[in-house]
Every structure is written in C-alpha cells, then in structure tokens.
C-alpha cells in the first residue's frame, strides 16, 4: 500500500515498519509497493519516510524483504523525488522544479533544476535501486505521477522550459525516460522495473489523453516490466486520494483506453474497495491488476477474505482521510477504522492480558462497538446494552448526507464483527447503575454518545433539530428558503442536503472558518463545493441574536440584520449523554470508565481508538 506511514526512523527501516508490511503481506497480497522512498538526502517529503539514497539503509531493507517474503509476497520500494512537494523543513535548500513554477500553496517559487543535477538525479534513481537489489528486493516501481519530479517534467503545466528537457512532449518525457534507462543499466533485467504514471489531470495544461496514451508507450518501450495508472495531480487532491465522492472503479474510463494500446500488464488504483467490483474490472479487460492502498490499511486481511470467499468480512475503507492522509495531525499513520495501524509492532511485541473478565459496555455507537470487540478478541466475557433497536450510535445519521454513504460500511462491519465474536448484545435494552451492578461486572464502559446542542437563542424552539431530519423523524424542508445555524462539519453537510431537496439555503456560523476539524482534502472540496454554489449563502464571523417568524435576526460584525427565511435547522454541535451513569457506577465501587462522545464529542477515529484501547486495558 504506496501510502506514508511516518514510520521510519530519519529515513531507516524500522521494527514498526517491517510489522506493517508484513501484516499486509500475511493478510494475502501478493505484491507489496511501498510508500515513497527517497532516493536523494536534501528534499524530504515527509519527516517519516523512508530512505535508500546511500548504503546504509540496506541492512533495514534487507530486514523488511525478509519480513515480507516469508509469506510469500513480493516487495518493491516506490523511488521518488518531491521536487517543489518537499516538506518544508527548516534548513531545506530552495526548493526544485522543471522552472520556477510551484503549487499554489507554495511560500517561494522553486528554482529550475540544472541539467547537471539531473544527471546526479537519474544516477540518484539507479543507485538507489541497486541497493534494493543487493538488499534482495524484487525490483522497484519509480513513481512518475501526483505531481513528483518526474510528472512535473511530463506536464506543460509545471514544465516551462526551452532545452531539450522542455517544450516537446518527446523533451519533456526524456527526464523520466533517463531515470528507467538508468535503473534498468545497474539492475539488468532480472530485476522488475515498474513505473506509475497518470491516467487523467485536471489542470487546463495539464497532459492530454492522447499524450498521456503516448507516454505509457514510450515507457514501455523504455523496458518497464508493467504500468500503475493513477489520477489527479497536486491542484486537485481529492483526485489522488479519492473523497467519498467518488465512486468505485471511477478511474477505469480512463485507465481502459491507455491500457488497450499496452502489451505490458497495466495496475489500476484509486476508490476500489469491493473484491466484486475489482473482479469485474479485471473480467473487463479493464487492468490486469488490482493495487489496494487504503483498503489494506483498514483491513490487512482484505485479500485472503476476498480470496476465500469472506468479502462480507471486510472491514471496507470508508474514504474520509481521517488518519491515513491527516498528517500532522496524527504524528504515525492512522485509521478511522482500524486502531492497529502503525502500532502492529506494540500489539506484538507486548500481547494483551489473558485475564478472562466481565466485561459490560453501555452504548452501541463506535466506541462502544470498537470496545466490546476488542475485550471479546481478548478472551473477555463481553455483554453490550444499546437503549434502541438497531448499533450504529451516530454513524446511522453520518451516512445521509451527500457523497456519505460509505459511513454505512463501517456500521455493517462492527455490527457483523459482533455477530460473528457471537457477543452478546441487548437491543432496546436501556441500562441503569442497578441492572449493571446486578450484573457484579469487572469492567464497564459507558459509551452513552451525545445528544444535539441547543443553544439559548430566543425563538430556536421554532427551529428543526439537524437529527431529526437526519433521523427521519421530520421531513425535509423542500423548495424553501433554510436557515443553517451552526458551520461545522454537519452543519455544511446539511447545508449540502438541503440543497438538493431545492431550497435555497443561509448558513450562519459565528467562527471564520467553515468545517473545522475535518480532514483538510474532503474539507477542501466541501467549502470550495458551498462557496461557489449559488445555492448557498454563507455568513461568517455572525451570531444569530433570535430566531422569528418568517426571519432569522443575525449580528455580523457590527451590523444587525434580518434574513427572511421560511424555516430554522440548528446544527450547533452536540453535548455528552448521560455522562452521570459513570459517576454512579463509580459510587457502587465499579470500575467504570467513559469513552466516545460521552467523554466529549470527537470524530469517528476518536471514538474507535478510544475503545480499542480502553479494552486493550483490561487486566
């Protein structure tokens, strides 16, 4: 899976690394392309990736090939040079380009880089291979695509230049040509050599489908033994790692045509995550093969499952971003789902408590779900109440929105995981301190959600709670104008929805920032997908002073105002349920612990990783 982990160690191998892949590896892939990997010292792309640039770094290698062939899988590092995407650590040269030509969020325009350095470059790409070779890696895949050195040569958007490495897309292919030859020079040819190049750019000068048809052959006519086709570049990042409004398989309208004109295999990847959809993409001569990266985060195990028949089993990446591409915010690779991502090595090196114990969870929402799996999985006695008919807690009403729906996996998952751990779990089952106490528990957690805030705003008893629309418990307004209290992160959402039942929709928020806390790819594209629609006015920086008949009175900076409106939806955050069970059990000298949104409201990661580790706790 070629995603970032932050797991090396200033660009070694470590033991948590090689437990990372491995765990992929013994879950049935096949082939593992790694992350990133840099094959030059002085332009990092993140502060944790891994490295190959001098001979050092081939002992660790050597240790995570190990690791992955003893399961039988083959392994190759993914060389790369950042260029302008460099991380911006203090120390760092100018940064370098094609020309003086960076991304829009750059600080400084990048210098051209001299044809010298390119030289020093291409031998930088076939050094570093060597050494893979001689740690006994299978070969290596050169990443030529997401806006790197070598895409940013290919593309007339970022390659400004008038030598023989610019202008014509023959020039303009040479760089990335050199680098394949290179390797192919010090490696020979038992060795595999493979390249990702882009399928589709979205940029106005961005590669056209008849260059980009040109380019994959000129690259196998360079010797490469297959092609990963990819999508997107660096202006467009939802394009490269895929939002929730995508869907399945998208990219194969633009993957088939290259790969017809191919004789070498062709690798399709992005927003696949269904073995019945990758399957059908191979029966339709679509790709030759399916490259898994999220999805094997989420479950490492994906493709055994698949391979025997368990695709009912896997625990389906929902997209959201949140962990696995929300560095820094995380400081090691994370996933909403999958609280063992990145810690493999600790879960190892240091097993859980065998310890049989009584375990009780209150609450069917994440945490509570994540919490009774993990203590079953520990060989606990586990019994979850939920005071309604169905687990699920909030992910049940996260799934509505637009684009959304993916949330629905997570709950299927959880809920199935129960049922196969044969966990016994009450259903519209409302549990008090004596009926648990009853129960003479060794552990209980309290996982009881959150309810919706209402804030003291005169007249908001008009208003319609976001839930309840959500919940089906009211009709949606439809060809209206809405009123949406609250910008956060359900508030835009619901905005979104609102939206396409017609109305016209006046989102108020009192911050100056709309979806904060959300993952910065999908927030990106909902605030620019709001600010540019007509159908959505957007008032920052305003409080809303009362709420009447027909109107919503605001304060935006000094000015107060009326907005006519037909109805009032308060999507203002939520706030902890029935915190002050925890307390009571505590008072019965039970060991009693509060996880999830009853703690404080969080996101979904929040609450899985929550309880995941409150149950790897238990002793």
């Not at 090691?332 to 600790?346: D, S």
Request: net charge negative.
């Amino acid at each position: 899976p070629p995603i970032s982990t932050n797991l090396a160690d200033k660009g070694y191998v470590t033991e948590e690394l090689i437990q990372h892949y491995g765990a992929r590896a013994k879950g049935g892939v096949g082939l593992i392309v790694s992350e990133v990997v840099t094959v030059e010292p002085t332009y990092v792309y993140l502060p944790g990736d891994m490295s190959i640039y001098d001979d050092s770094f081939i002992p660790g290698w050597k240790k995570l090939v190990d690791g992955v062939h003893q399961y039988g899988a083959k392994i190759l590092p993914q060389l790369f040079h950042p260029a302008f995407m460099e991380f911006p650590i203090p120390g760092t040269p100018q940064l370098i380009a094609p020309s003086n030509v960076g991304p829009y969020y750059a600080k400084a325009a990048p210098r051209a880089v001299t044809k010298e350095e390119l030289e020093v470059i291409i031998k930088q790409f076939g050094d570093a291979a060597y050494r893979m070779k001689i740690a006994g890696g299978d070969g290596v895949e050169v990443h030529g695509a997401h806006g790197y050195l070598i895409n940013q040569f290919l593309s007339l958007d970022t390659n400004g230049r008038t030598d023989e490495y610019g202008g014509s897309l023959e020039n303009r292919m040479r760089f990335g040509l050199n680098v394949i030859n290179g390797i192919r020079k010090v490696c020979g040819n038992d060795f595999i050599v493979g390249v990702r190049l882009p399928a589709y750019e979205t940029v106005s000068r961005g590669l056209s489908q008849e260059e980009l048809i040109t380019i994959a052959k000129k690259f196998e006519e360079a010797g490469v033994d297959y092609i990963s086709l990819s999508a997107g570049c660096v202006k467009k990042k939802s394009q490269l790692m895929d939002t929730q409004e995508y869907e399945q398989g998208w990219r194969a309208k633009y993957v088939a045509p290259i790969k017809k004109e191919l004789k070498v295999p062709v690798f399709i990847v992005g927003q696949l995550r269904e073995p019945e959809v990758c399957e059908k993409l191979l029966q339709d001569n679509v790709a030759d093969y399916i490259v898994l990266g999220r999805p094997l985060l989420c479950d490492p195990e994906w493709g055994e499952k698949a391979r025997t028949g368990r695709s009912d089993e896997i625990r389906k990446c929902i997209s959201c971003l949140d962990g696995c591409l929300n560095l820094p915010t995380y400081p090691i690779i994370t996933c909403t789902l999958n609280p063992k991502v990145g810690r493999e090595h600790t879960l190892t090196v240091f097993p859980p408590e065998k310890t049989k114990r009584k375990v009780v969870v209150i609450g069917g929402g994440p945490a509570g779900m994540q919490a009774a799996i993990t203590a079953n999985e520990n060989g606990h006695n586990v019994t979850l109440f939920e005071k309604s008919g169905k687990l699920g807690g909030q992910l049940n009403i996260a799934c509505v929105p637009p684009h959304k729906s993916p949330i629905k996996w997570a709950v299927e998952w959880m809920a199935g995981e129960l049922e196969r751990q044969n966990v016994d779990v009450r259903l519209n089952c409302d549990a008090d301190a004596e009926m648990v106490a009853a129960m003479n528990p060794d552990y209980v957690f309290v996982a009881t959600g959150a309810v919706p805030f209402t804030p003291p705003i005169p007249g908001i008893e008009n208003g319609i709670q976001c839930w309840d629309i959500l919940q089906d418990n009211i009709a949606s307004p439809e060809n209206q104008t809405v009123a949406v209290i609250g910008g956060g992160v359900v508030g835009c959402e619901m905005a979104t929805l609102l939206r396409e039942k017609g109305n016209k929709v006046v989102l108020v928020e009192m911050r100056n920032a709309l979806a904060i806390g959300q993952a910065s790819i999908p927030r990106d594209d909902l605030v620019a997908d709001m600010m540019e629609s007509e159908a959505i006015d957007v008032y920052l920086n305003t409080t809303v002073k009362s709420v009447n008949n027909g109107s919503l009175t605001v304060i935006c900076g000094e000015e107060e105002k009326d907005i006519p409106v037909d109805s009032v939806v308060v999507a203002v955050g939520q706030k902890p349920y029935n915190a002050q069970l925890c307390d009571e059990l505590r008072a019965m000298n039970i060991h009693a612990k509060k996880i999830g949104d009853v703690k404080r409201p969080r996101k979904i990661v929040d609450a899985v990783q929550e309880g995941f580790w409150s149950a790897m706790g238990i002793i």
